[in-house]
T-cell receptor
């Protein structure tokens, strides 16, 4: 299993440009999440999804959009990049606690390696 | 509102000694879970240990243990016999309830430096 994968690893954008951060998981997790981590800070939730076709806002959703057409993929879209969106972006996934597969699991979130985005 | 507080921005510990990283939380939900993650300089987030609000015993995972004091709303991470590879950022996080989509609220982190 590759776990949670993210592309690209690094990206520099100009103000006003758009891009999509890709996230995929091969663990058949229902739940997926996008976080951002600003320098010296903890992670803040941007958007999350409880299954294909279902997404919802987190703590800091402004300036972002998401979609979840499959269980495996959860892309994050930045439409008009701003310097305030300079951050490290983490995608994560986890089981549904009611799933029989999670016996013995703490339902911890599994994180991707992150995408470092700079907006200039 | 739910909140996680880590009051130690940075900590030093001598190699082979034990260290405690503080975490306090605030929630009105009787059912919650507390997690600790490690973030080395390479940037990935590594799950360390979990404590459920109804767990009767403190969680342990190898050299990691969680000092869970429910009445004080604290969930401190104890690392025994520190190693140089323990130098990293450590984040405490909380998940409320069993029907909240399992979202995590993170603290601001503690940077631990292990001295040889």
């Amino acid at each position: 299993n590759a776990g949670v994968t993210q592309t690209p690893k690094f990206r520099i954008l100009k103000i006003g440009q758009s891009m999509t951060l890709q996230c995929a998981q091969d663990m058949n997790h229902n739940y997926m999440y996008w976080y951002r981590q600003d320098p010296g800070m903890g992670l803040k939730l941007i958007y999350y999804s409880v299954g294909a076709g279902i997404t919802d806002k987190g703590e800091v959703p402004n300036g972002y959009n998401v979609s979840r057409s499959t269980t495996e993929d959860f892309p994050l879209r930045l439409e008009l990049a701003a310097p305030s969106q300079t951050s490290v972006y983490f995608c994560a996934s986890s089981f549904d606690l009611t799933s029989s597969k999670v016996e013995g699991s703490y339902n911890e979130q599994f994180f991707g390696p992150g995408t470092r985005l700079t907006v200039l | 509102a739910q909140k996680i507080t880590q009051t130690q921005p940075g900590m030093f510990v001598q190699e082979k000694e034990a260290v405690t990283l503080d975490c306090t939380y605030d929630t009105s939900d009787p059912s919650y879970g507390l997690f600790w993650y490690k973030q080395p300089s390479s940037g990935e987030m590594i799950f360390l240990i979990y404590q459920g609000s109804y767990d009767q015993q403190n969680a342990t995972e190898g050299r990691y243990s969680l000092n869970f004091q429910k009445a004080r709303k604290s969930a401190n991470l104890v690392i025994s016999a520190s190693q140089l590879g323990d130098s990293a950022m450590y984040f405490c996080a909380m998940r409320e309830g069993r029907h909240s989509s399992y979202k995590l609220i993170f603290g601001s982190g503690t940077r631990l430096l292990v001295r040889p």
